[in-house]
């Protein structure tokens, strides 16, 4: 018998074969199923024999991943045939129609590098220089003198969740001690992020589900009490999920701890300029924290301002004490990406150098932004209204027009979030949280219904 095979005797071999579920009949001739593959071979003494051997795949113990807890929400969303349904899922703008858009200004700027008959070379480790450059003017202000005098180490990357895991990658190196403080609750990926990375994290307080506001006192509480040099990530507006951002005086005392404790302030910026239309206003407090002549992390997007979301165009910045230390962060940034991704994509790189760097297309950015931002406005006000008129109990919705960007967090638990999808097709996250960029005016009534629905009638 070959040593490949273990042979045994017909009955015995039957027996395997229905164990494995996979008999097969013919002289020699191998299949497989389940992982097991069976042959007939012929002895010299005229014994029948059944050869059997058994094909373990390497990848046994690799279990099934469960589905993305927002991403899986536009597969269900896809797969439900009723008229009614809504995706309130993911963070993506739509128009009135509740279709994808694309702006103007983009248009005309692939119009131009079309026309310049541009390569697709290699980009360098770091990025377009161009749009290096125009991100973090665009960050921190073409003024600012920390620009002027070299401090800032800027790298493009595959838009907000490449710069935070390649910043989460630089920490792991060079703070293996650190710890990074995220909001609870927070974005989805953060934590996946961290954990990739292998960087612990804890979570400080940061939602009041009694208010549905910010919990402000356990938030400085929290960052008080963590260790001395821990970096704090930070969302520098429109708060992902809850849409509640700290107010600029909340935001100076926010600075103070921090400073004092000598931690690292850590910015998420995924919606400059789509938050509340202007630029200037959005960025108001990763500015200060420069001002103030701390050392910061910057990760941007930009997905939702300029709708790139298929483009993965950001950037990692880093704010630095002096130019020599942003040479050297510099430097080690690139050595990390070189390995992860060699280099980032040029054609997002290039809309955004072109809209930033010529006037007449950044003017026209900006008024897009503000009308994006301004559509979502009204319907966060229109939903207001709605829940105000129909709801009879006396319970107060103001906080919807609390909060700000495209999100809204209901207060809903899963159970009720749960009832908002099986009975009335609104498909959201588990935790309450809903796209008003998903929602038309047209809509606001209906999702004013379920929400009132599940509220009062799930417990």
């Known amino acids: 018998m070959a040593s490949a095979a273990s042979a045994l005797t017909s009955p015995a071999a039957s027996a395997v074969a229905a164990r494995s579920k996979a008999q097969v009949l013919g002289g020699g001739k191998n299949q ?22 058994v094909d373990v795949s390497r990848f046994e113990g690799v279990p099934m991943a469960p589905p993305d807890p927002i991403l ?69 202000g073409a003024d600012n003198p920390v620009i002027k005098q070299g401090l800032v180490a800027t790298l493009q ?21 650190a710890k990074v403080l995220i909001s609870s609750p927070t974005w989805g990926n953060h934590k996946n992020i961290f954990n990739d990375a292998r960087v612990p994290w804890s ?23 963590a260790p001395e040099g821990s970096f704090v990530l930070l969302h520098g507006c429109a708060h992902n999920p809850t849409g509640i951002d700290p107010t600029p005086e909340q935001w100076e005392k926010i600075a103070d701890v921090i400073q004092e404790k000598k931690h690292m302030p850590f910015f998420d910026v995924a919606y400059q300029g789509f938050a509340s239309g202007s630029l200037d206003e959005d960025a108001f407090s990763v500015r200060l924290f420069v001002k103030r002549g701390m050392e910061v992390f910057v990760a941007q997007s930009y997905s939702k301002n300029l709708g790139l979301y298929a483009e993965r165009v950001g950037a990692i910045n880093v704010v630095c004490s002096a130019p020599e230390v942003a040479d050297r962060v510099k430097s080690q940034l690139k050595r990390l990406a ?12 290039r809309i955004v150098a072109n809209v930033v760097g010529d006037p007449t297309m950044f003017g026209e950015w900006k008024q897009e932004m503000e009308q994006m931002a301004g559509r979502i406005k009204n319907v966060r006000q229109k939903l207001y209204d ?9 319970k107060d919705w103001s ?14 638990n899963k159970a009720q979030s749960d009832n908002m999808t099986d009975k009335w ?34 417990s």
């Open 203 to 225: 979570e400080y307080r940061y939602y009041d589900p009694k208010t549905v506001g910010l919990d402000f006192e356990g938030m400085i509480a929290d960052i008080e009490a």
């Open 399 to 412: 906080f919807i027009l609390r909060q700000i960007g495209m999100f809204s967090y209901t207060g809903l």
């Open 32 to 53: 497989g199923r389940n992982g097991c593959r069976v042959g007939i071979t012929r002895k010299n003494f005229g014994r029948v024999m059944m050869a059997l051997a």
């Open 72 to 140: 899986g929400v536009s597969e269900a969303f896809k797969a439900d045939k009723n008229d009614l349904k809504l995706n309130l899922g993911v963070g993506a703008y739509r128009t009135e129609e509740l279709q994808p858009y694309v702006l103007n200004v983009v248009k005309k700027a692939e119009n131009l590098m079309l026309e310049k008959g541009e390569n697709k070379e290699y980009l360098p480790i770091e990025g377009l220089a161009a749009f290096n450059k125009a991100t973090a003017e665009l960050l921190l």
């Open 425 to 458: 097709h609104v498909y959201m996250t588990k935790d309450g949280r809903i796209s008003l960029a998903g929602l038309s005016l047209a809509k606001c009534d209906y999702l004013a219904n379920a929400i009132i629905d599940s509220f009062h009638n799930v």
């Open 386 to 394: 709605s829940l105000s008129a129909k709801d009879k109990s006396g």
């Open 157 to 177: 990357s595959l838009s907000g969740t490449g710069s935070l895991r390649l910043a989460a990658a630089f920490i792991q190196r060079y703070f293996p001690e």
């Open 338 to 349: 070189r390995p992860m991704y060699s280099n980032p994509p040029i054609h997002g790189a």
